[in-house]
């Protein structure tokens, strides 16, 4: 029923097409502690919304889509602390006709390969993304005839293009396809992942603003699971600059 919380334990899951239609919480128990590989197969996501929902705390694997808006009535909902790997899109908000679905997504680390999109709209109402980092895509952020996109404090590493605002066809204002950045956008080749000082603030966006010390995390950084997610990040973040010695210990940490 709306308001309810729907708490998964920790492991691993093979599902698909998880429909959201009420207004509730679906959080990891841990964060992190529970994955959810999907299906790749076109148009399966592993969750669909379609309510003012938050989902929290998830590692979401190989579908084609991770978390998508569609069939749904115009309502707004949230994701935060979701690590996203190898989907073709990892959030969308996919309407068939009109400026329909909003969302505020925060803390989302998304690891793609290079025909992914990080986050798009298409036909969308407004799409809200702060404290993000997106790896390896295609598209990092793709728009295309929504009210609004926009996009703060988020890191852009490896990206085919970091922005895509769609030219194919013109919206009927008000809708648009501009994407707005605000501060704290910043997109950087594999090549800066050499840099010393690229990497202290690579370092620096993880521990401030993806990973941030939770209240039970003491002086050390974030609490454990988390911590150990914050280090495969770390290491898969190496890897792709070729720093395997360091992807390594990330790994390892992790």
């Not at 605002?165 to 800066?192: C, F, K, N």
Request: charged share 25%.
């Amino acid at each position: 029923a709306d308001g309810d919380e729907v708490v998964v334990d920790d492991g691993v899951y093979l599902e698909k097409n998880i429909v959201i239609a009420k207004a509730v919480t679906v959080r990891s128990r841990t964060p992190y502690g529970a994955t959810i590989y999907g299906s790749a197969s076109y148009g399966d996501s592993i969750f669909i919304v379609r309510a003012a929902c938050r989902i929290e705390g998830f590692m979401l694997r190989n579908g084609h889509a991770a978390v998508e808006q569609r069939g749904s009535p115009d309502v707004r909902w949230e994701a935060s602390d979701l690590a996203i790997f190898d989907c073709l899109a990892a959030v969308a908000i996919n309407d068939a006709e009109a400026n329909v679905g909003s969302a505020a997504v925060r803390r989302v680390a998304v690891f793609g390969r290079s025909t992914s999109t990080g986050f798009s709209t298409n036909d969308a109402g407004h799409l809200e993304v702060s404290d993000c980092l997106v790896v390896g895509c295609d598209m990092a952020f793709q728009g295309y005839d929504h009210l609004s996109f926009k996009v703060r404090d988020a890191l852009v590493l490896d990206c085919g293009q970091p922005f895509n605002e769609s030219a194919s066809h013109r919206p009927v204002p008000p809708a648009t396809s501009r994407i707005d950045r605000g501060e704290g956008v910043r997109a950087l080749d594999a090549s800066a992942l050499r840099d010393a000082r690229r990497l202290r603030e690579i370092e620096d966006f993880l521990e401030t603003s993806l990973y941030p010390a939770g209240p039970d995390a003491g002086s050390s950084g974030p609490a454990g699971p988390v911590r150990a997610v914050a280090a495969l990040v770390r290491g898969l973040i190496l890897e792709a600059g070729g720093a395997k010695a360091g992807a390594a210990r990330g790994f390892a940490a992790a």
